[in-house]
């Protein structure tokens, strides 16, 4: 007779999870929290928590330890972005760029050479940064005009311009899209000191400011046909993969702003007293943030849901669909969330002097980047009716 077993929460850690958790926390707390409100004035990555972050293993999360990676998981990946971002959204924005888009691309589609050649150095202090976006390519992405035309030789010309790139102003190496005649779509691999590549238009960002975005110009970039990703003509197919995590790594991070902004309005109305009262003992106080707590907690349960789904090799439709509904349920959640902490903290909440008013303008970019939030209904929505190729 078998002994029934209760299944574990869907939140739930292993005791290495929780052991992983408890690291990230104390070094964000530790050592990116100090630095966040100079970093946002800024818009920079501080170069010495540049280092510590490779350092501690963050910046080669998934990266196996043959090629000098902390050889974690997917999902150990996804708790560390949030809990960097429960401080500090934009140095989440960017570590998540790196791990989730760049690193997770070449190790899932990229070619044995590629991982041999790249990943050591991504997992050692070379940050990279993922280029699609255009002018009038942005969430009908497919739509850009950077060329890479082919030489007889086999290699590449690149020519155009990418916008709003992420990572850009620290990044060493590039997962870039160009048009390639006659063939499609094409993701290269090109290294920041090629010839021809300048970054231009420091973009001054409303929040995530730490993530250093800017735009890319490419003059005639030579790139070698062996840093294709994928293969020629397939880099819509690499792009909606490496977007489908990419999607759960802003999720986990927008979980984690929330979860942050949470915590800074309940412990402001535990001290804050009004009337002979502290703040917190009031309905109209107390309910809102109760309201935020349960949402944050749903939103935990949908993404790490979805990880674990990623993780088990769920179908490829089922995994954008579920990726989609993370991302777009998160940057509900975190605008929500950092619009009521503003207003607990009242007047407060207003000036830079506490994090809430950082909270607020990093949140907005949540229903932005990665899928604009009304692109990922479109997507849901396509899946619902069948419609989805």
Known sequence: MSVATTPAPQTGLSAEDQQWRARVRWFAEEHIQPLSAHMD????????????????GLMGVEIPARYGGAGRTLFQLMVALEEISRVDPGVAVGVDVHNALVVSTLLRQGSGDQR????????????????????????????????????????FVLTGRKRWTSNARNADVFLLFAQVEGKGPAAFLVDRQSSGLRLEHRVEQLGVRAAATSDVVLDGVEVRRDRCVGGVGNGQS??????DVGRVGIAAQLLGLAQGALEVAVDYARGRAQFGAVIGGYQGVRFPLA??????????????????????????????????????????????????????????????????????RDAKAGKLYEGTSNILLRSIGSILFGEQR
Do not use: C, W
């Not at 997992?123 to 942005?138: N, R, T, V, Y």
């Not at 579920?322 to 909440?349: D, H, P, R």
């Open 291 to 360: 309201e935020v707590a349960t949402e944050v907690a749903a939103a935990r349960a949908l993404v790490y849901d979805v990880v674990r789904q990623i993780e088990s090799g769920t179908d490829v439709v089922e995994r954008s669909r579920a990726a989609a509904m993370a991302k777009y349920f998160a940057a509900q959640v975190a605008e929500k969330a950092a619009s009521v902490a503003v207003e607990t903290l009242g007047g407060n909440g207003f000036t830079d002097a506490y994090a809430a008013e950082r909270f607020y």
């Open 238 to 243: 690499v792009a909606v993969a490496s977007l």
């Open 116 to 155: 041999r050649q790249y990943l050591p150095s991504l997992a050692g202090g070379k940050i990279g940064a993922f280029a699609l976006s255009e002018d009038q390519a942005g969430s009908d992405a497919f739509a850009m005009t950077t060329a890479a035309h082919q030489r007889p030789s086999g290699e």
């Open 41 to 56: 004035r800024t818009a920079t990555l501080d170069p010495g928590l540049r280092k510590q972050l490779f350092e501690a």
